[in-house]
């Protein structure tokens, strides 16, 4: 398979980018249906507004609650949606993931796992009921980049590793931002009418919470990194970062809680400054911040003792911990 043509921000016309996508797309689905998984990112939005404009109402897109999401997700994703005129189904698969990924500890089982029960299962009963042939997704050039070289598998990745989605899942995939990387494709998602607050929107990974738990993925787990992440998203709301997460750790920690020992869990914080995801330099936060963020993190989040930040840059590190 040849390589992908990038095509950087400063060069990209949006508007002829845009006129050009949603052409390809109509052109490809015809007169079938496609369908679409919107997680409420910019690069989800941004492929459900161009199939949107390309297909109207032969576009069916989906909000899959897996049980893995942020607080309060799929609803409010849904609503922002709803006022642009597109209709998304929220699916609820929740069983179906946390029972795919019982018992799993390993990273790349964990991603294949949730890559399985997406495409195969959830996603393979959609396509039946709808009658599509094809599925749009928000694949873009950094995805592809890290997943060839290895660095980690994109759960949205197949052709450059040789799977073929029509033989593996029974449809095809489009992917109209596979040329852009991150801050091309927030200038698409505002050119399609996206508001700030999605186009801007901070980076969130495929398999969502569950590469921020480090160990086993169990809704008790999910939960406890959940209420993590809304804290930090409150703390660090006026943070002018590329993006910023909470990590539960697998291992125990020595602490103490009303002058008794506790072995407890520990949370990792992770602030980024970046430009398109392929370095990174951690954010340098106030330590004050820093302060707060861990006395709320070690009061609100039971058995949590121990609460650290990382100053690894990327590479080496990456900016999720799985």
């Known amino acids: 398979m040849s390589p992908v043509k990038e095509i950087s921000a400063a060069s990209l016309d949006t508007k002829e980018f845009i006129k050009e996508k949603a052409a390809e797309i109509s052109q490809i689905v015809g007169s079938g249906v496609a369908i679409n998984a919107l997680s409420g990112g910019v690069d989800s939005s941004a492929v459900t507004m ?39 189904e929220i699916i609820d698969a929740q069983n179906e993931f946390f029972d795919a990924l019982q018992g799993i500890t390993d990273p790349e089982a964990k991603r294949e796992a949730i890559t399985q029960t997406f495409y195969k299962e959830v996603f393979g009963r959609l396509v039946k009921k709808s009658e599509a042939k094809y599925l749009l997704q928000g694949t873009i050039l950094t995805d592809i980049d890290e997943t060839v070289a290895r660095i980690k598998r994109q759960h949205n990745v197949f052709e450059q590793l040789g799977i ?89 920690v020595t602490g103490m809680r009303e002058n008794k020992r506790e072995f407890g869990q520990q949370i990792e914080i992770r602030c980024w400054d970046s430009i398109d995801a392929r370095q990174a330099r951690p954010t340098r936060l106030d330590f004050s911040i820093l302060e707060e963020l ?22 080496p590190s990456t900016m999720e911990a799985i």
């Open 50 to 88: 161009l199939g949107h404009m390309a297909l109207k109402e032969r576009l069916k897109s989906y909000f899959i609650d897996n049980g893995i999401m942020r607080e309060g997700e799929s609803q409010q994703i849904v609503s922002v949606f709803k006022k642009l005129g597109v209709n998304v």
């Open 164 to 252: 073929d989605p029509q033989e593996a899942f029974g449809y095809k995939i489009i992917e109209p931002l596979v040329q852009l990387r991150k801050d091309g494709v927030r200038k698409v998602a505002e050119a399609t009418g996206l508001p700030l607050g999605i186009f801007k929107r901070m980076p969130f990974p495929g398999p969502a919470l569950a590469a921020r738990v480090i160990g086993e993925v169990t809704r008790e787990r999910i939960a406890l990194v959940r209420k993590a992440t809304s804290i930090l998203e409150e703390e660090l709301a006026s943070v002018k970062a590329f993006q910023y997460m909470a990590i539960l750790h697998n291992d125990r």
């Open 294 to 315: 861990a006395s709320r993190i070690v009061s609100e989040l039971p058995g949590v003792v121990s609460v650290t930040y990382n100053i690894a840059t990327k590479p």
